[in-house]
């Protein structure tokens, strides 16, 4: 089976939820590098800490980034120098609620998701092969947007495209993207508890596998597409059976 032996791998996002997932899982997978990133320092250096003291070999490191600056991301990305993985999954807090939102205020809603990871994509010191690869993240909202999530499903539809534009831009860089579903990640915490527990709940109840996942379970597959140097301008529906759900 594929490691990740003696590759650096950068992920942006990586402090907390999928992203730190993806870190870990790394790891296990005897990357000779991690790399996470976030906007916030004090996140940065206890996700690091945490990280290294699992000891599970491999360096880890961390940086800040403002993942809604141009400048800033492409200072990161070029500052850590060649890398094998990219691997985006920073996110602002979901804009729900249309026709009942702010549309300037939720425009933002593609600095960080749209234009920081592309960004990234277009400034990342990436080996030219096929063993490297940039993996994004969208959503299930993409393919079954529920009421009120238009925005984000717009968000969603237009990073799921990119990456597919991307992937032949960028060969033979592989270029995919992960959709998850429903993740118990922070991204929920802009709701109150009630009402994460509530869709949590209804999710639990209407989702094939019966359950909401967990952020490990959606790392494994940033994983495979690290691993398979076969794949590129695809998406990943992790999604429990989210789609097929009525």
């Known amino acids: 089976m594929a490691t990740l032996a003696g590759k650096t791998i950068l992920i942006v996002g990586g402090t907390s939820g999928i992203g730190y997932g993806v870190a870990e899982a790394s790891l296990k997978s005897q990357a000779e590098h991690v790399i996470i990133a976030s906007s916030s320092a004090a996140k940065v250096e ?5 990280l290294q003291a699992l000891k599970l070999g491999g360096k880890v490191s961390g940086k800040t980034v403002d993942a809604k600056s141009t400048e800033s991301v492409r200072a990161l990305v070029e500052g850590v120098g060649e890398i094998d993985h990219l691997i985006w999954t920073s996110g602002d807090a979901l ?5 009942d939102v702010d549309i300037d205020q939720s425009k933002g809603l593609f600095d960080v998701r749209f234009w920081g990871a592309v960004t990234a994509a277009k400034y990342a010191k990436l080996k030219k092969s096929a063993s490297s690869s940039i993996t994004l993240t969208h959503g299930s909202v ?3 947007p529920a009421k009120g999530w238009s925005l984000v499903a717009g968000m969603a539809g237009a990073v799921d495209s990119v990456s597919r534009g991307l992937a032949v831009d960028l060969a033979p860089i592989r270029v995919n993207a992960v959709s998850p579903g429903y993740v118990i990640t922070e991204l929920w915490d802009g709701l109150s508890e009630e009402q994460k527990q509530t869709i949590f709940k209804q999710a639990s109840e209407t989702l094939l596998v019966q359950h909401v996942a967990l952020p490990h379970e959606v790392a494994e597959a940033y ?3 690290m691993k398979c140097d076969f794949i590129t301008g695809k998406t990943i529906e992790v999604d429990g059976g989210h789609a097929l759900t009525g």
Do not use: R
Request: aromatic share 12%; proline share 6%; net charge positive.
């Open 46 to 50: 206890a996700a690091v800490s945490k």
């Open 95 to 99: 804009k729900m609620g249309f026709p």
């Open 142 to 144: 993409n393919i079954k």
């Open 223 to 225: 994983m495979f597409l």
